[in-house]
């Protein structure tokens, strides 16, 4: 059973999972040994029923962080401050160790896609996303994390290299950074990259968590699925980062075709084999693409109720 921590929490938190309703009875029955659980803000937010009710108790007993799937950071539609009021509000109940959202837009002219949209990379949208993180930690009285996004496409107008674009918005706003592992890989393979030379530029001393995930392997192409073990050659970029980082918290995330709460902890804590660094990491043989349909982006497995919200905050 795990006593959650009065300390103020750090970076540190160790290895985590996602908090998904499909869940919550097994870890309301039996605490297991997980460090920390992130939840998806939207899923909880709205409700006042079950979900805020097992939140709050999960909150009691482990380190909880606030993952958002709906800031749209990178919009140029105003900031839904009715959105931010409601993630305002649960993070002072919940008391997470931190509150984060992604390099994105997800809509607009009040329209949402209900997709996570990789910018154009440019001075002009790093002084845009700048001043509007500026607002968004202000009215949250608290630090944002934003996590590098997957992406199909690259713009060609862009100008800047993501992780320099993340380093000068850290260093201009304060912000922190979740360093997605998978999405690195995911990007890279879209765009016909090397995801070792995005991590040789990446700001590691801004990241305060990293995720990890399974793709699903298209052969010319690859989607964000989140709906499988973690890859190996993800794995591989995990040991790197976490090496760099000196361990910052780990999670886990699987939001598709869910298996057993003990199967997504054993797949979490395969993380422990490559914390020796890349160079001593045991990587399993690669998988094979295995042609499934994509079914999950991070908006795909939010709770009806919380879509619906949502989408009613945006028209
Ligand atoms: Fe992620």
Redesign the pocket.
Known sequence: MTEKSTEVLGRDLGLGLGLRNVHFEHILEHWPAVDWFEAISENFMDSGGRPRDVIRRVAERYPVVLHGVSLSVGSTDPLNLDYLARLKALAAEIQPAWVSDHLCWTGILGQNSHDLLPLPLTEEALDHVAARVDRVQDFLGRRLIL?NPSSYLTFSHSTVEEPAFLRALAERTGCGLLL?VN?VFVSAFNAGTDPQAYLDDFPFERVVQL?L?GHSHRGTHIIDTHDCPVRAEVWELFARAWEATDGAATLL?WDGDIPNFETCHAELLKARDFMDGPTHAAAPAPLAADGRDAVSTPVDFMSPTAMAAVRGDQT
């Open positions: 996590e997605d999405n995720h995930a995330e």
